[in-house]
């Protein structure tokens, strides 16, 4: 079944682009206002690498080239972007279809798979469910796929329940979507570890039976952009995420040098992102990427989001490899069960978020 099928018998048919409720008058609503030093405008692109697949696993010099531009671009922000990834194509339209259709339900439809509180899973509006300040523009989709939290069908199980055996069409795309994104990241792990000279099985293994999660974003126009975030600026948490981002529309930026820079979107290709997680089996060596979202007045834009974490249970330590009496242990040994409960009870993901996890642990 093809997207366009998929969507037509799955989800009811809206041509509804209203905006909510608080995006309705020309001055937005105090609780998007985001403080001025995050509001700073980005003016320059970011010169990340583009590295492409199939020319590193043609092996020889090509691999080590692309080695050293994912080194270099790691060490500096922690971001760089894949093409020939292997990802079908079509695949990711049909993911991008179905999300976008299902942001353009209308509300009373898209709160039947409402976020509760405590929950990883389902559709939230502003993230309002814990925070009534510098609340993004934007709605989110978050769904799980394999891990120790889920089984093999969660996407399917989520869209069934929330909305009935009509829809078991579309959390199969996004299962496939997961799949394929997961297959891509064990890749990525293993090119990680042959840029850093360690032994690509030890990141490996964090992975196998890592936890998964989507998030399908949308960020519709807004009326005072200039005031507001789509996402505000932070680190992901995770060990690394791919970002597929509208390429017809700009709205991601990295922080490096002191300055906010664009991530040009480029046709068919992939961003690559490192976490907070990554950042510590590291040793630090490879930076979590500090990024955020703008909107804009005249287009919506929608993103996927594939974060990957380890094992929930698995201990998060750098490989000794990475230790020297230059260079000590940074961080304490962790699992991300422990980061995950500190971030879901705890914490708002920011810039310092894995500073201040650590010395929560160490007090507790």
Known sequence: MDSQQTISSSFSSSSSTDLPQHQESLKISKSFLWPEQDLAPAHEELNEPVIDLESYYAGGDQAEAACELVRAACASHGLFQ?????????????????????????????????????????????????????????????????????????AVDFFTSSFGPSYENVGLVFEKYCEAMKELSMRIVE?????????????????VEGVLMLKCNFYPRCAEPEFTLGTGPHRDTNSHTILYQDDQVQGLQVFVDNQWKLVRPISHALVVAMGDTFQALTNKMYKSCLHRAVVNNEQERLSLAFFISPAEGKPIKAPEDLISTDKPRLYPEFTWSN?????????????????????????T
């Open 339 to 363: 980061l995950l409960y500190y971030i879901q009870n705890h914490y708002r993901a920011d810039d310092a978020t894995l500073q201040n996890f650590c010395k929560w642990l160490q007090s």
């Open 191 to 207: 090119m990680l570890g042959r840029s850093l000279k360690v032994d690509p099985s030890y990141y490996r293994e964090y992975f």
């Open 82 to 154: 894949v093409v020939n990834h292997g990802v079908d194509l079509d695949l990711i339209r049909q993911a991008r279809d179905c999300s976008l259709a299902f942001f353009k339900l209308p509300a009373a439809e898209k709160f039947k798979a409402e976020k509760r509180h405590g929950s990883l899973c389902g559709y939230s509006s502003a993230n309002a469910e814990r925070f009534t300040s510098r609340l993004p523009w934007k709605e989110t989709l978050t769904l799980l796929g394999f891990g120790e939290r889920c089984g093999d069908r969660a």
